[in-house]
């Protein structure tokens, strides 16, 4: 199993924020467990220490700082060199119509204290990834992806890999990577260090939530490789329990997967709010 997950509900002892984290690794498990450890840390370290930064800047940073980290890692450790991950993290931001989150706090405990946004706060949705690792939102019952699948067959990303000395064969990296974008994969083909090629710089979304979106969708390309970002949408709609929900997109995904080698399959439902049957009724 080289996928991992990580959530965090009050994030940043903000009442009603979220970090989310889907994580599917190869080569090894090394960096997807690595990850699943360590990337929220970083990535509050960033909010901390660039308390000016917009969410859309903290995501990118901590995508790329947690890329440095592996690559400093991965120069005594030839298993962590050859491993890589990809990856989608969301995070749910509670703050004023300013950007501001200068909220009255409680004291929970000692060394627990909560922030308490008003209940006029608004909510906003970001959403960062790099490699199939994808998330997708309900907005009133109708699919909408937040990220994008980084594949060396993307036209895009093909210019990019051969503009940097690289090599796409069979839709994949020197023949053998099957994504454009990762975290880790620091090893060399010859002369090339694969991480000039295949980088850690995420696609990013910004959404601010209304009342028409439901929920989000984030997962591992297990899933994906089975299901349409809609039909995904359509299996769960009427699910108002998050766990539940997740169970039965994973349990649909190993049930229609037709491979000799089974992929891992990681899901995570996000619900923003709860589901309405007389309203969602088909």
Sequence with gaps: MEDTHAFIVDFDSVRGQG?????DGHGNKCVSEWCGQEFHKIFLNCIHKNPHLNGLDLLKKSFLEADEVLGKMSEGSDELADSGSTAVVAF???EHADGSQNFPQTDLSEH????LPPQDARRVFYCGNVGDARGVMCRNGTATRLTHDHKPSDSDEQARIRGAGGIVLRGRVFGTLAVSR???????Y????LKDLVIGTPYLS?????ANDEFCVIACDGLW??????DAVDLVRNIDDAEEASRMLVNYALKNDNMISRDNVTVMVIR?????????SK
């Design 225 to 230: 490789d089975v299901i349409s970002d809609q």
């Design 272 to 280: 923003f709010t709860n589901p309405s049957p007389s309203n969602h």
């Design 19 to 23: 970090y989310f984290g889907v994580f």
């Design 182 to 188: 990762s975290l880790g994969d620091h090893m060399r």
């Design 92 to 94: 749910l931001r509670i």
């Design 206 to 210: 910004r959404t601010e939530l209304k």
């Design 112 to 115: 627990n204290k909560l922030k």
């Design 190 to 193: 010859e002369s090339l260090k």
